[in-house]
Structures are given as structure tokens and as C-alpha cells.
């Protein structure tokens, strides 16, 4: 099972941006799935987390700003991002909990996407 992160790209300040990350392989189920980000020079950190049925948290620094969304039919994962200011520029990362054919769950790491945010 893998998670595939698309979307990122260069921003003016203000502007928006769409992630998406897609869970695939032999999945029986898929339960929370998050967005992290790093930002240079800093940890990884929680940005946005929704559960199966579609409760959503945000991190204080993007709520009103950013959207959390899922397609369960689709196993994926969205991420609107709006008023995008410099300090969001980071690689983003995709995080989910699956569980495929045969195997008990496992919490899996997607390939990070960059979202650059100029001034």
C-alpha cells in the first residue's frame, strides 16, 4: 500500500493551492489520514487530520485558511489551501492509517509535495 501526494507548486502570497493525496494498493480500509508539513530548518508538524466518518483538526497557524477533505469511495485525501502566506512554504506531507489484504493496519508516510509561497 502506498500514498501518492500531488498538487504542490509556486504561490504569490494570498494565493490558493489544492493538495490531494491518493492511498492505493490491495486497501481493505483506510481511518484517519492527515496532512504535515517541514518547513526548512524546522520539525515536521501537524497541519490538518479528518477521520473516516469526517471530523476534522487544524493546526491554530492555518485554521479559517485551510480545508481538510476526504472521497472515501476514492481513498483520497484533499487539502484546500487558501491565503496562503510565506510562512506556509514547506514540503507537505500525506498520512494515513491503512490496512490491506491480509495485513493489520499500518500508519504510512507519503512522498512529500513542496508548496512554495512567495512575497
Known amino acids: 500500500v502506498q500514498l501518492q501526494a500531488s498538487g504542490g507548486g509556486l504561490v504569490q502570497a494570498g494565493g490558493s493551492l489544492r493538495l490531494s493525496c491518493a492511498a492505493s494498493?490491495?486497501?481493505?480500509?483506510?481511518?484517519?489520514m492527515a496532512w504535515y508539513r517541514q518547513a526548512p530548518g524546522k520539525h515536521r508538524e501537524l497541519v490538518a487530520r479528518?477521520?473516516?466518518?469526517?471530523?476534522?483538526t487544524y493546526a491554530d497557524s492555518v485554521k479559517g485558511r485551510f480545508t481538510i477533505s476526504r472521497d472515501n469511495a476514492e481513498n483520497t485525501m484533499y487539502l484546500q489551501m487558501s491565503t496562503l502566506e510565506p510562512g506556509d512554504t514547506a514540503v507537505y506531507y500525506c498520512?494515513?492509517?491503512?490496512?490491506?489484504?491480509?495485513?493489520?493496519?499500518?500508519?504510512?508516510w507519503g512522498e512529500g509535495t513542496l508548496v512554495t509561497v512567495s512575497s
Open positions: 494498493g490491495s486497501l481493505i480500509s483506510v481511518n484517519n
Open positions: 498520512n494515513a492509517d491503512l490496512r490491506a489484504a491480509g495485513r493489520t493496519w499500518a500508519n504510512v
Open positions: 479528518i477521520t473516516s466518518v469526517g471530523v476534522t
